[in-house]
């Protein structure tokens, strides 16, 4: 089969080193890929985000059969919808418009799980400035302000005061830093507890569980710095319980599946609270794999990465599937995986570009790099993002996973030694494990 999958990112790059492991992959076009993507594999062409007419006639000239959607813009507007349209028999791997606006709208997606009873953070939603300073008083410390639309992971901020909390509401709606994506905020309850990510392939009926993960949005050691798009992962993640799984499967995951007929890949942000009923509650759903955690849950994969996602589209195939309880999850090998992101210094807010790189060499097969704002110019490599790169280690466990990937990275600083100071990284990504 001909696969085409979209996107430049560390997430498409991770999914396409897994899709070459499949025997059913005659061919992977990743459009447009990244510089440490095979250069005969990448499409040389501007992104799709909601122009569908030439990613129709790739399709059509280059016989594809399955495309699968990696980043969330061409889902929210309706790429599966257009691909379906034109081609009936085309296999796509992610939901359609309607299912999308989960990620796509934070009011969509408020008004949905306070419907469906899904335990979230309070929230009131606001549409401009003086109505969201109306709301603000009250509000309970902290606050979480999130604009509306897609923002690239940078939409979500926590305040501890209300100054802070005015001025990033006056950015939103008059600095305009989001565009049309904060012309809606949701005002939210700030939850405590310990994060996880929790992924499921859906195929509109059921939902088959990855291994879980934790990421790490804070750009600093210790949770300090700004929240971005993700500065490492770890999986799996051991806090939530097989309990908690199958209350997250029954009264989170089915509501959507039932409401939406879902299809493709469903992200549950959660946050494991103690003091909660059900231990449990959902900070955000995602329609695509989440980035960075992708990274470090596909090589505990096993099995055929190629078949679970023609699973989702009806495609008859059978693989063999581990059930706990009510839940039915993907086989995985034992172990850990530790991602740690290198980010361009300055980022989430602004950071220098082009910045010239290069990597050690890897002799270690337990040990994956994957790029993702990283572009090829006059045979050198060169930064174009502000997260660079991911180091992604294999280990027997999570102490053997970090000595490998930290290890590699004293190695990046030596190699780089005249531009390392213009890159950072996490030192702690799952730090709290060795024990």
Partial sequence: MRILLLG?????????????????????????????????????APAVVDNFSALEAFIEREKIGLTIVGNEAPLVHGVRDALKAKFPGHYVFGPDKRGAQLEGSKV????????????????????????ALELLPQQSLPLVIKADGLAAGKGVSIHHDIEGAKEKLEEIFIARTFG????????????????????????????????????YKRALD???????????????????????????????????????????????????????????AVVEFNCRF??????????????????YL????????????????????????????????????????????NIP??????KNRNLQIIGAGIEER?????????????????GKDVAEARQILYAYLEDFKNCNAKTREKFYWRSDIAQMRQA
């Fill in 8 to 44: 430049s990112g560390g997430r498409e790059h991770a999914l396409y080193l897994k899709l070459r492991e499949s025997p059913l992959a005659e061919k992977i076009f990743v459009w447009p890929g990244n510089a440490l993507i095979a250069r005969e594999d990448r499409v040389n």
């Fill in 108 to 131: 969509f997606s408020d008004a949905f799980m306070r419907e469906a009873k899904i335990p979230h953070g309070e929230s009131a939603v606001a549409r401009s400035l003086g109505e």
């Fill in 180 to 215: 049309e994506s904060g012309s809606r905020v949701l005002l939210q309850k700030f939850l405590k507890g310990q994060e996880a990510s929790l992924f499921a392939l859906v195929d509109g009926k059921d939902a088959l569980l990855l291994p879980t993960a934790q990421d």
């Fill in 222 to 280: 210790n949770d300090a710095g700004e929240n971005t798009g993700g500065m490492g992962a770890y999986a799996p993640s051991t806090d939530l319980t097989d309990e908690q799984k199958d209350f997250v499967r029954t009264h989170i995951i089915q509501p959507v599946i039932d409401r939406f007929e879902y299809r493709g890949l469903l992200y549950v942000g959660l946050m494991i609270q103690s003091e909660a009923k059900d231990g449990v």
């Fill in 290 to 307: 989440g980035d960075p955690e992708t990274q470090s849950i596909l090589p505990l994969l096993e099995g055929d990465l190629v078949e």
């Fill in 310 to 353: 023609l699973w989702t589209d009806n495609f008859d195939v059978k693989f063999p599937i581990m059930q706990y309880g009510e839940t039915l999850r993907l086989p995985h090998r034992r172990g850990a995986c530790v991602n740690a992101v290198i980010a361009a210094k300055g980022y989430p807010a602004a950071f220098e570009k």
């Fill in 357 to 362: 790189l290069s990597f050690p060499e890897n």
């Fill in 378 to 394: 006059d045979g050198h490599l060169i930064s174009t993002g502000g997260r660079v790169a991911n180091i992604v280690a294999y």
